[in-house]
């Protein structure tokens, strides 16, 4: 027996001896992803809505609770409808990651580096599958299986090759921005003769500045690529980082002759005054524009690839929760108390979801949307009156 996902993940994949019309079909394959996949995913989700009565749980200090004040109606007890851990990219299974990422913390450590590689659509290993008159946007099949392949490049060079060293433990999740494109935030802890204690270890990991187009002319082409933020501000009020007329990630930045630590979490990295100038969208900008990278990892990968120095342990929380945030939505809904019906998770995980046409193609691929290691085994702590019961309607 095949499953709808299987079905459709073998309709999507690309033959050299057949020239598919489906993934020829532009911008209707877009929509036909996004409806299929809303179709997949409804389906998992109708199959733990009729099988509430095999995970409806409560503790046990509540059911007590209830019963106490004369609640005879299994029915009303207890949450209505569950969206359980088990379906991958919920809310629970998100928490539960979070939680996971943060036991990695209390047992090796703060992460030492945080890294966000984000598809360039204009690989060459995308353009030389596209027809005469193909548009990238219209083969988010043909995006996320590159974009794939150069996650797995990234983990090699991270994990096997060692690029920073030695690699204790890691985290990485995947997400969609809604304009389509694919991007991988990870984050490592290296071993301990490995960690970035000293502001020249930091130097020899990230940079943040323009280098040096005599010396590196390929990596100086990189930079002027991908890595100049803006610009913003004075420069360009309408520039979509912008919030209450100023930008939300602080740029320009101010110059430094040396990185220093903090106290916010990242490093203040050098950004010396040294008079290069660069014209990017008519505009001139510095040293204060370049986001913070990795010399190899951006000559190698050609895409924006931001990587950064968590100098102290105060932005680890933030950093966790980001990269397990979970999927976009674009509108809310508001009802008045007398209004409110009782608790639907799967309710509320499906309202105002938003699904590009890549991320649709992604999990219809079964793409993993995140990883970790080593692997954290949860063991659940009881307390008096608090243990977990399953429990079924009464008929």
């Known amino acids: 027996m095949v499953s709808a996902c299987e079905f459709y993940a073998y309709r999507f994949q690309i033959r050299e001896d057949n020239n598919s019309i489906l993934l020829r079909s532009a911008r209707i394959l877009q929509q036909f992803a996004v409806d299929i996949y809303v179709k997949i995913e409804t389906s998992r989700l109708d199959y733990f809505r009729y099988k509430q009565e095999e995970i409806r749980a409560d503790l046990y200090q509540g059911i007590v609770n209830s019963v106490n004040h004369g609640e005879s109606d299994a029915s009303k007890i207890g949450i209505q409808i569950v969206l359980p851990a088990t379906f991958i990219g919920g809310p629970r299974d998100m928490r539960k990651q979070y939680l996971d990422a943060m036991a990695l913390v209390g047992k090796f450590g703060k992460p030492d580096l945080f890294f966000t590689m984000t598809c360039n659509p204009n690989w060459p290993e995308i353009k030389v599958e596209l027809k005469p008159h193909e548009e990238v946007q219209n083969r988010p099949d043909l995006v996320c299986r590159v974009f794939r392949s150069k996650l797995e490049y990234l983990r090699k060079e991270v994990l096997k090759n060692e690029v920073f060293g030695p690699v204790t433990a890691y985290t990485y999740a995947v997400e969609f921005q809604k304009r389509g494109l694919p991007h991988v935030h990870m984050l490592i802890i290296l071993k301990k003769a490995y960690k970035l204690d000293t502001v020249e270890k930091f130097d020899s990991y990230s940079s943040a500045e323009i280098p040096d187009k005599g010396a590196q002319p390929h990596l100086y082409a990189m930079v002027l690529k991908h890595?100049?933020?803006?610009?913003?501000?004075?420069?360009?009020?309408?520039?979509?980082?912008?919030?209450?007329?100023?930008?939300?990630?602080?740029?320009?930045?101010?110059?430094?002759?040396?990185?220093?630590?903090?106290?916010?979490?990242?490093?203040?990295?050098?950004?010396?005054?040294?008079?290069?100038?660069?014209?990017?969208?008519?505009?001139?900008?510095?040293?204060?524009?370049?986001?913070?990278?990795?010399?190899?990892?951006?000559?190698?990968?050609?895409?924006?690839?931001?990587?950064?120095v968590c100098s102290t342990i105060k932005a680890v929380k933030y950093l966790y929760k980001n990269i397990f945030k979970g999927h976009d939505k674009i509108i809310y809904h508001l009802v008045t108390k007398d209004q409110a019906e009782g608790i639907d998770e799967i309710k509320q995980f499906q309202d105002a979801r938003w699904i590009s046409s890549v991320?649709?193609?992604?999990?219809?691929?079964?793409?993993?949307?995140?990883?970790?290691?080593?692997?954290?085994?949860?063991?659940?702590l009881h307390l008096e009156?608090?243990?977990?019961?399953?429990f079924k309607k009464r008929r």
């Open 227 to 308: 890595m100049l933020h803006g610009p913003c501000g004075e420069l360009n009020p309408q520039n979509p980082c912008m919030e209450k007329g100023k930008c939300r990630n602080h740029y320009p930045k101010n110059y430094s002759p040396e990185s220093t630590i903090c106290p916010d979490g990242y490093p203040i990295y050098r950004r010396r005054p040294d008079g290069e100038e660069v014209t990017i969208r008519g505009h001139k900008l510095d040293n204060r524009w370049v986001v913070p990278h990795n010399a190899y990892l951006l000559a190698m990968f050609d895409c924006h690839i931001n990587v950064e």
């Open 385 to 390: 009156g608090c243990q977990m019961i399953n």
């Open 359 to 380: 991320e649709a193609m992604w999990k219809i691929c079964r793409f993993p949307l995140y990883e970790m290691r080593p692997a954290v085994i949860s063991l659940l």
